[in-house]
T-cell receptor, first 114, second 113 residues
Framework: DTAVSQTPKYLVTQMGNDKSIKCEQN?????MYWYKQDSKKFLKIMFS???????INETVPNRFSPKSPDKAHLNLHINSLELGDSAVYFCASSQVDRANEKLFFGSGTQLSVL | EDQVTQSPEALRLQEGESSSLNCSYT??????LFWYRQDPGKGPEFLFTLYSAGEEKEKERLKATLTKKESFLHITAPKPEDSATYLC??????????????FGSGTRLQVQP
């Protein structure tokens, strides 16, 4: 069983389109995240959700909106896609109250905007 | 602003040739420093967390150490399966509630048989 799964693996789309990436975790964690990895391989936090409440939003354009229907899911919806949105997007989860904090990542969604 | 710089960007080793990867950081109060391994086409996989200067952690051929300004990931007698990108990340004390990690750009390690 995959701990953190995200779909699709690859997403190719035209500028201006709206798309969603889905993420599910079966670890029972209470916090989920979206990270963006750019062409230089830097991973940058976009959002995190803890018990359905948004607790981070790091200067991300409001075209990006996270949706969490329940504790196990955190989807990412992107409106009016732009060329600069092309990147690999990773979903992750963690348990807030554990001392040995570690993130569990999904395998990534490679988004290409043409 | 928190900053993480990793060096070298890429490293090629022969099997059995030990070496070290460097992670230099600036953070306003360190809560934790993290090492992850990332294979091509996959998400990062957790390796270690270090919380205070002088702390060391080991796992198989890997050993992570921490000072007040940098961390080293020592690889002893590496094997081809150790080939991956190794990512370093820090969490500031002020970010504890927000759980944000600041990542470096990684070191791409290639171990040749």
């Amino acid at each position: 069983d995959t701990a953190v799964s995200q779909t699709p693996k690859y997403l190719v789309t035209q500028m201006g389109n709206d798309k969603s990436i889905k993420c599910e975790q079966n670890l029972g964690h209470d916090t989920m995240y979206w990270y963006k990895q750019d062409s230089k391989k830097f991973l940058k936090i976009m959002f995190s959700y803890n018990n359905k409440e948004l607790i981070i939003n790091e200067t991300v354009p409001n075209r990006f909106s996270p949706k969490s229907p329940d504790k196990a899911h955190l989807n990412l919806h992107i409106n009016s896609l732009e060329l600069g949105d092309s990147a690999v997007y990773f979903c992750a989860s963690s348990q807030v109250d554990r001392a040995n904090e570690k993130l569990f990542f999904g395998s990534g969604t490679q988004l290409s905007v043409l | 602003e928190d900053q993480v710089t990793q060096s070298p960007e890429a490293l090629r080793l022969q099997e059995g040739e030990s070496s070290s990867l460097n992670c230099s950081y600036t953070v306003s109060g360190l809560r934790g420093l993290f090492w992850y391994r990332q294979d091509p086409g996959k998400g990062p996989e957790f390796l270690f967390t270090l919380y205070s200067a002088g702390e060391e952690k080991e796992k198989e051929r890997l050993k992570a150490t921490l000072t007040k300004k940098e961390s080293f990931l020592h690889i002893t007698a590496p094997k081809p399966e150790d080939s991956a990108t190794y990512l370093c990340a820090v969490q500031a004390l002020e970010d504890t509630g927000r759980r944000a990690l600041t990542f470096g750009s990684g070191t791409r390690l290639q171990v040749q048989p």
